[in-house]
Each structure stands twice: as structure tokens, then as C-alpha cells.
């Protein structure tokens, strides 16, 4: 009986456990239940706006561009901060509102706005619609923001030109990319809105200096704005190059053509180093930087002037009388002339039943190779043009450069015409006629040369025929180690020429600064050598009696390249005048100038030029 009172005991025990185990378990349910419907039904509208209103979104962070500098640390190209518009598609309902919106408070052309809005690409991307707005712009759309979803502004480095339209030509601008660059397998890295080179050394050197973007991840509300920042991935800047260039020496060169179209060339003979290259007109990067409107674009391209034409390595002129330099080592080389050989110059050149008169009425009388260059006698070099031959004559002229690209590290260099049987067969499907041969030997006819070409050419024989790529970039500095890539002086090659040429030439080009037709060039601090040119643009500059009567823009163009010192050749020039007439009075003087402030900069300290 014991037992049995005992076992009822245990289990009546137990049930009272399993019946306080339910109504605990009743209790957390019901707990679970009422926190459930707090969170659910009283709480759900608050927990739902945070869920809706709070979302994250990556955005693309610009890097700033390398810095450039020229030749002794002056800072030519830099970045400043600026403000940028982006939109981002996935948080805009209404794009023909935000079109709207933007343009009245911003005054864009709504046609361009809807054009960076249909772009290809992600919609949780910002898609970039206006740099460089001004404080004003970005503090009217901060104010509206609870009327502008999707928009954001965003801090970035836009790039800067602290001289202006100095060494326009060179440097460059840069602009936003493409959709056909971003085709291209060299922009395959980058984005609509990404900033790359478009001119000069910005665009030649743009995989350098662009950088590399960052990211950040951010929460954005409902409309889109950043409340906080997630994650950040900072941008890579650009490498930093630093250019051949003195831009002191530039801004001369561009300051002595002024308002006249033309182009100045000044190198180093022993290197290639290019110590200026001014082509005018000009234009201002900083302007070209900023996104144009379709009608400014027009203006520009369409401008008579040409200004974003390079004239020093674009433009193609006929060389006049500054081609019978490489003629001259020609006529030696080829055993056409020996340096005592006489030619009897009366004024003019009899070739069938056409006279082809020498610049001179009267004539130079007998006249030797070294005073056919020093008193530039047309006669003289008809005459052996005719006896070596077109194709003899190419072949030289080619050694000395011409007829090719010199391999500058700009875009779309010219390489000009040197005409021979062959070229004039494939480009005119017609032959050579023998009285072409006589306007070729004294620069005119089919040839033409660029600036660049001829300051390489006159470099070319300064360094007794040893020539030598012209140089713009001396160095690359890498932003992540420090380093400094130093860029090479590559030789291009030597003319087939005996030394002996080469100092008979020089002599005679020496002597035409000095009694010659380029006395204009003397100068009283260095020995200054050199070949005037005088090239015939149309028919009509030959029918006026004096060069006033005659309209300029068919003026001759004028010519002149020299090197100096004459001993020991440290810089080559060469000018081209447009419509100036005469290369003794209009472009060796310029040239002089050039020259002499070179020497005098080469007198100087390096530090000098920090500032200046």
C-alpha cells in the first residue's frame, strides 16, 4: 500500500510540471505572438519605410589627372576642385520632369540632358550630366533636393591650365568620354563621364596620366540622397610627366608670331629634346576642357584662323628655298656637283620653251655651291635638280627626314609630300614630267614639309648628319612608388654623307647669316647659321609688282631654320611665317630672337625658371 501511495505521489507531480510546462509555453507564444503584431501591424509601417527608404548604392569616385610640368619643374597642367551633377536612373520615377527641372534651374539643353540620360550602362550607376558647375549651381540644386530625386553632387578634381593658351598646342585638353571611344579597347576600363585626353600630350599620354577610379558604397534614402557612407575604395591618381619644353622659351616663341599664323620649332640637335613648338592661333585648353554646346563646337572647328590645328607638326607648306640644304648635300653625295663646280646664273633657267626665273632679275653671274647657298641662287639648283633627277633628289630628302613622320608624341602628325616617279604614278596615275623636277629642286611643286620636319632636318645637319627623334615627354614620375621613368633620346638615323659635306654646307650656311640673305639673323651674343626660304603660294604673288598690292592671304609664305652656335650646335630652329613674304625680313628675325634667348636661359641657373 506504501508503494502505491508513492507511485500516485510521483505522478501527480509530474502532471502538475507538464501542466506548468504548458502554460509557460502558452506564455512565450503569446509573448512571441504580441511582439509579433507590435513589430507587424502597429510597428510594419515604420519598419517598412526604413526598409524601402534605406538602400545602398556604389559610386564611381573620378581620379585626379597626372600633374604636368616642363623641363625644369613649372607647373603647366594641375587640378582643381570642382563641383559635378550625377543621376542616378534606378531612383528616378519621372525623367522627363528631372529633365525639365534640370534645365530651368540650371539652364542645360534639355535635348543634351535626355542624351546622357538614354546612355548605355547600369541605372544604379550616377550617370555624370554637368561638370564644373559653379558654387551657385550646386548650391541651387542642394536646395531642391526633395524635388530632384536621383540627383547628386559630388566633389570632384577637374583639370586646370595655369598658363592659359601657353603651349596650348602640346599640352592639350581633356573631355568627357566618348560612346564611340568607349568602344575602343583603350577605354575598355572606363565609364560614361570618365575624363581622358583629347589633344596633345593629354591624349598621347592620356593611359598615364587618367588614373585609376575609385568606389564607395553608400545608403541612400527613398530619393536617392546619401545618408551615410558604407565603404570606400579610394581613386588612383595619374602619373606625372614632365616635358622637354622651357616654357619660358615657349611663351617667346609665341609672343614673337602674335597675331600672325605660323609656327616656331626650336630643338636640340644632340638629342631631339623639343625646346618649343608655338603654332598660332592658339586656344585655350581651360575652354576646350568644359563641355561645349554643338554651336561653340561649330565656331571653333570652323574658325578661318584653324586654331586647333597644330601648324608645327600638321601643317604642310612647300619648303621654298629652305629645301636646298638637304639639295645641296645631295648634289656632293651624288657626284652632280663638285664644291668648286660653277653654274653661270643670268637670272633665269631655260628648259624647253619655258624660262624658270631665279629670284634675282639680273642674275648671280658664275656662282659655286657655297655661294648658291649663301646668295640662295634658284639657277644654280635648277640646274643640278635637273642633271640628278627627281628620284635621286627623293632619296636624299628622305634621309634627311622629309617625307615621313618624325615619330613626335602627338596625334595625327603630317608627313608632307616628297614626290618622286613612283608617288606621282600611285597618287595621280600620271608620269613624271622633267620640268617638274626644276620647282621640286628649289621647294616648290608637289613638295611640302611641316615645321617640325625642317627643325629636325636643319638639327640633322648641325649634328653632322646624326639625327634623332624630336622629344617632347623627358620623364614619367609614377604617383604610387615615386619613381622616375626616364624617357630615352632615340636616334633615328644618319645620312649617308661624308663629314666633309657636311662642314662645306655649314660653312655656306654660316656665311648666308653673315654676307647672305639672312643678314637679319646676325646676332652679336652667338654665331647663328642658317637657310632663308621664300615659298610661292599662288601664281598671282608672282603677277603684282609689289608684295603690298598683293592681298595677304596669297602672300608667300616665309621660311627661315638656322642652328647655333655654329661651332657646337645646341639648338635648331625653324619658323614659318604665313603669308609674311620674304624668310630674310619676316622669319629670321624671329628666329634670332629665339636663339638668343635661348643662350641667355642656358646662362642661367635651373631654380630661375621655378617661378617665371
Same mark, same amino acid.
Given at each position: ?22 502554460? %509557460? ?12 503584431? /507590435? ?77 546622357? @540620360? ?11 550630366? $554637368? ?102 575604395? $579610394? ?76 601648324? !608645327? ?17 645631295? !648634289? @656632293? ?36 655651291? /657655297? *655661294? ?12 643640278? %635638280? ?10 636624299? !630628302? ?28 600611285? !597618287? ?115 603677277? $603684282? ?7 595677304? *592671304?596669297?602672300?608667300? /609664305? ?41 643662350? $641667355? ?12
Amino acid at each position: 500500500m506504501a508503494t502505491s501511495g508513492t507511485h500516485d505521489s510521483e505522478l501527480g507531480e509530474l502532471q502538475r510540471r507538464l501542466t506548468l510546462l504548458r502554460i %509557460g509555453l502558452l506564455l512565450v507564444v503569446g509573448l512571441l505572438g504580441l511582439r509579433l503584431w /507590435h513589430l507587424q501591424i502597429r510597428e510594419g509601417p515604420y519598419y517598412r519605410d526604413l526598409s524601402e527608404n534605406n538602400r545602398t548604392r556604389s559610386v564611381l569616385l573620378e581620379p585626379a589627372r597626372g600633374l604636368i610640368y616642363d623641363r625644369h619643374g613649372v607647373l603647366l597642367a594641375n587640378n582643381v576642385p570642382s563641383f559635378s551633377l550625377y543621376v542616378t536612373l534606378e531612383d528616378v520615377k519621372d525623367r522627363e520632369g528631372l529633365v525639365q527641372k534640370l534645365s530651368e534651374l540650371l539652364g542645360l539643353d534639355s535635348a543634351v540632358i535626355r542624351k546622357k @540620360l538614354a546612355g548605355r550602362g547600369s541605372k544604379m550607376l550616377p550617370r555624370k550630366i $554637368k561638370d564644373r558647375l559653379t558654387l551657385r549651381d550646386a548650391t541651387l540644386i542642394e536646395s531642391h533636393r526633395l524635388d530632384l530625386p536621383g540627383v547628386m553632387i559630388q566633389v570632384e578634381s577637374q583639370r586646370n591650365y595655369p598658363g592659359g593658351m601657353a603651349a596650348s598646342h602640346l599640352i592639350g585638353y581633356v573631355g568627357e568620354v566618348s560612346p564611340e571611344q568607349l568602344e575602343k579597347p583603350e577605354f575598355a576600363d572606363l565609364h560614361q563621364g570618365s575624363i581622358v585626353g583629347q589633344y596633345g600630350v593629354e591624349k598621347s599620354f592620356d593611359r598615364h596620366v587618367r588614373g585609376q577610379a575609385g568606389q564607395k558604397s553608400v545608403e541612400v534614402d527613398a530619393l536617392g540622397h546619401e545618408k551615410r557612407t558604407v565603404q570606400v575604395d $579610394k581613386p588612383q591618381s595619374g602619373n606625372d610627366l614632365y616635358l622637354t619644353i622651357d616654357i619660358r622659351l615657349q611663351k617667346v616663341a609665341e609672343d614673337l608670331l602674335g597675331e600672325e599664323s605660323g609656327a616656331i620649332v626650336a630643338l636640340d640637335p644632340t638629342s631631339g629634346d623639343i625646346l618649343a613648338m608655338a603654332s598660332r592661333p592658339g586656344f585655350d585648353p581651360n575652354v576646350l576642357s568644359r563641355e561645349l554646346t554643338p554651336k561653340q563646337w561649330v565656331e571653333i572647328v570652323q574658325n578661318e584662323g584653324r586654331p586647333l590645328n597644330n601648324r !608645327a607638326s600638321q601643317g604642310q607648306y612647300p619648303p621654298g628655298s629652305t629645301f636646298k640644304v638637304p639639295m645641296a648635300v645631295a !648634289a @656632293l653625295e651624288s657626284n652632280t656637283m663638285s664644291p668648286s663646280s660653277s653654274v653661270l646664273c643670268t637670272g633665269g633657267y631655260q628648259f624647253g620653251k619655258r624660262v624658270y626665273r631665279d629670284w634675282k632679275a639680273g642674275g648671280h653671274g658664275y656662282v659655286d655651291l /657655297h *655661294k648658291a647657298l649663301v646668295h640662295s641662287c634658284d639657277v644654280y639648283f635648277y640646274t643640278i %635638280g635637273q642633271r640628278m633627277g627627281i628620284d635621286t633628289m627623293a632619296e636624299y !630628302a628622305k634621309e634627311f627626314g622629309l617625307g615621313h613622320e618624325t615619330g613626335i608624341e602627338l596625334p595625327s602628325e603630317r608627313v608632307g609630300i616628297v614626290p618622286s616617279t613612283a608617288w606621282k604614278m600611285k !597618287a595621280k596615275k600620271e608620269a613624271w614630267l622633267p620640268g617638274e623636277t626644276i620647282s621640286a629642286a628649289i621647294g616648290q611643286g608637289y613638295v611640302t614639309v611641316t615645321p617640325l620636319q625642317m627643325a629636325s632636318m636643319i638639327g640633322t645637319v648641325a649634328n653632322d648628319g646624326v639625327s634623332y627623334r624630336p622629344r617632347l615627354v623627358q620623364a614619367i614620375m609614377d604617383r604610387m612608388t615615386g619613381n622616375l621613368q626616364e624617357m630615352p633620346a632615340v636616334p633615328r638615323g644618319k645620312v649617308h654623307a661624308k663629314p666633309e659635306t657636311f662642314r662645306l654646307v655649314k660653312e655656306a650656311l654660316a656665311d648666308v647669316v653673315t654676307e647672305g640673305t639672312a643678314t637679319r639673323a646676325k646676332s652679336s651674343i652667338v654665331a647663328i647659321a642658317g637657310k632663308t626660304g621664300t615659298a610661292q603660294t599662288t601664281a598671282l604673288a608672282k603677277e $603684282k609688282k609689289a608684295e603690298k598690292d598683293i592681298p595677304k *592671304k596669297f602672300r608667300d /609664305h616665309a621660311w627661315f631654320v638656322a642652328f647655333a652656335p655654329v661651332e657646337s650646335p645646341k639648338i635648331a630652329v625653324a619658323v614659318l611665317a604665313e603669308h609674311m613674304g620674304h624668310g630674310g625680313s619676316a622669319a629670321a628675325p624671329l628666329a634670332k630672337e629665339v636663339i638668343e634667348t635661348y643662350m $641667355k636661359l642656358k646662362a642661367q641657373a635651373p631654380t630661375d625658371a621655378s617661378g617665371s
